[in-house]
C-alpha cells in the first residue's frame, strides 16, 4: 500500500484567495485519486475524485489535477468561503486494494 | 435513506469495562469500515467487512472485534477499555472498494477514564 505525502499540514487563507493543497503518490498502477472533506465534529465527506485517464475535473469552485508524471495530484479551491474551513484529505490505496489510508490531512483556515 | 447511522453519539467508559458501538446503513452497500481519529490527527482503519460473513484486521485492530451478520450491519466490539481508546469512532460504507464513494456516519465519541 501507499504512504499519504499531503501538503501543506496548515494552511490559511484571505477570504477570496485561492488554496491549493498537494497530494503524491508512489505506486504508478493507481488510477483513483479522491479529496475528502471532514468539517468540525462531522465525518469525512467525498467532495471530488478523478481517475488516472482524465488530468483535469472541475465542480464549481473545486477542481482536481493530475500530474502522472510526476506522481501528484492536487486540490484547487477557488474564491474560498469561510465555510471552506475543514480538513482536506487524499486518501491512498491500501495493499490488498480494498481499503484506503487516509493520513493525516491539511487543515485549511479562510479568515474573513 | 438515513445513510449510515451510529449509535450512540457519546460515551464514557470506565476502564475495563465494555461496550458495542453500532453501526447500520441502508444503501445496500458491501463494504463497510470502522476507523478511529484521535484529537487533531486523521483517520485509522480498525475493521473493514467487503460482506456479510467477511471481516479483516486494519491498521489497528488491538483491542477490538467486529461481527458482519447481515449486509447493513457492523457493530464495533471494545473488550477491556483502556484510556488509549478514548477516540471518535466513524462508521463508513461503500458499494465496493477502492474506487467508490465511502460514506461515513456521524461518529461517536468515547471517552475512557
Known amino acids: 500500500g501507499e504512504n499519504v505525502e499531503q501538503h501543506p499540514s496548515t494552511l490559511s487563507v484571505q477570504e477570496g484567495d485561492s488554496a491549493v493543497i498537494k497530494c503524491t503518490y508512489s505506486d504508478s498502477a493507481s488510477n483513483y485519486f479522491p479529496w475528502y472533506k471532514q468539517e468540525l465534529g462531522k465525518g469525512p465527506q467525498l467532495i471530488i475524485d478523478i481517475r488516472s485517464n482524465v488530468g483535469e475535473k472541475k465542480d464549481q469552485r473545486i477542481a482536481v489535477t493530475l500530474n502522472k508524471t510526476a506522481k501528484h495530484f492536487s486540490l484547487h479551491i477557488t474564491e474560498t468561503q469561510p465555510e471552506d474551513s475543514a480538513v482536506y484529505f487524499c486518501p491512498r490505496e491500501g495493499s490488498s486494494g480494498d481499503k484506503l489510508t487516509f493520513g493525516t490531512g491539511t487543515r485549511l483556515a479562510v479568515r474573513p | 435513506n438515513a445513510g449510515v447511522t451510529q449509535t450512540p453519539k457519546f460515551r464514557i467508559l470506565k476502564i475495563g469495562q465494555s461496550m458495542t458501538l453500532q453501526c447500520t446503513q441502508d444503501m445496500n452497500h458491501n463494504y463497510m469500515y470502522w476507523y478511529r481519529q484521535d484529537p487533531g490527527m486523521g483517520l485509522k482503519l480498525i475493521y473493514y467487512s467487503v460482506g456479510a460473513g467477511i471481516t479483516d484486521k486494519g491498521e489497528v485492530p488491538n483491542g477490538y472485534n467486529v461481527s458482519r451478520s447481515t449486509t447493513e450491519d457492523f457493530p464495533l466490539r471494545l473488550e477491556l477499555a483502556a484510556p488509549s481508546q478514548t477516540s471518535v469512532y466513524f462508521c463508513?460504507?461503500?458499494?465496493?472498494?477502492?474506487?467508490?464513494?465511502?460514506?461515513f456516519g456521524p461518529g461517536t465519541r468515547l471517552t475512557v477514564t
Open positions: 463508513a460504507s461503500s458499494y465496493q472498494g477502492v474506487g467508490y464513494e465511502q460514506y
